[in-house]
């Protein structure tokens, strides 16, 4: 059973930063994309990054130039650096994985930036 376990969030001043940790388990096959999505209240889900075990990636417009993701293959663990946070960064960010053509979701972990 593939579990994916967030940690990491938390509240922070605007202008902060904070790391987000992903762990992933479960799977005999590798995960070839993980990646980050948050929802804020009463908008969709929404793209924030992602990487390929390739190591291309993919960032959602809003963040570009702010957030890093990095991987490890070996750990099969992702990374969001935040930098520069803004209170419109305020969301459940959810990781996710795919693996042998399966999406996987986390619970979610909760950031909050005040401004």
């Known amino acids: 059973q593939v579990q994916l376990v967030e940690s990491g969030g938390g509240l922070v001043q605007a202008g902060g930063s904070l790391r987000l940790s992903c762990a992933a388990s479960g799977s005999s096959a590798s995960f070839s994309v993980m990646g980050w999505y948050r929802q804020a209240p009463g908008k969709q889900r929404e793209l924030v990054a992602v990487i390929r075990s390739g190591g291309s990636r993919d960032y959602g417009d809003s963040v570009k130039g702010r957030f890093t993701i990095s991987r490890d293959n070996a750990k099969n663990t992702v990374y969001l650096q935040m930098n520069s946070l803004k209170p419109e960064d305020t969301a459940v960010y959810y990781c996710?994985?795919?693996?042998?053509?399966?999406?996987?979701w986390g619970q979610g972990t909760q950031v909050t930036v005040s401004s």
């Open positions: 996710a994985a795919l693996s042998n053509g399966s999406g996987y």
